[in-house]
Nanobody, 126 residues
Framework: QVQLEESGGGLVQAGGSLRLSCAAS????????MAWFRQAPGKEREVVAA???????YYTTSVKGRFTISRDNAKNTVYLQMNSLKPEDTAVYYC????????????????????WGQGTQVTVSS
């Protein structure tokens, strides 16, 4: 079993930055694909960014150039650096993990992940 705990959310003004962290415990996630999802009120959960265990990355179009996903396998932690935040980025952000045989593959569907954190609220004021 893998437990995931997000941190780093909060309230920020538009144009500001936040850095989310996702600490994994229970099992090393070195060979796990990881991702950040978000869910705004009344909307479906959507992928924000994903990373393979060999650091191939994916970003949804709306965050390209503003967000960066990274991982520190020594710390069993994945990060999401969010810059130039916009009010439409307001949502609960979730970390997700799944084992992956391929170091090159990332996954962007919520149903493709086995493990989820509890979420952290990000609110961007205009």
């Amino acid at each position: 079993q893998v437990q995931l705990e997000e941190s780093g959310g909060g309230l920020v003004q538009a144009g500001g930055s936040l850095r989310l962290s996702c600490a994994a415990s229970g099992r090393t996630v070195t060979i796990y694909a990881m991702a950040w999802f978000r869910q705004a009120p009344g909307k479906e959960r959507e992928v924000v960014a994903a990373i393979s265990w060999r650091d191939n990355t994916y970003y949804t179009t709306s965050v390209k150039g503003r967000f960066t996903i990274s991982r520190d396998n020594a710390k069993n932690t994945v990060y999401l650096q969010m810059n130039s935040l916009k009010p439409e980025d307001t949502a609960v952000y979730y970390c997700a993990a799944r084992p992956s045989r391929s170091g090159s593959d990332y996954y962007i569907g919520p149903n493709e992940y086995n493990y989820w954190g509890q979420g952290t609220q990000v609110t961007v004021s205009s």
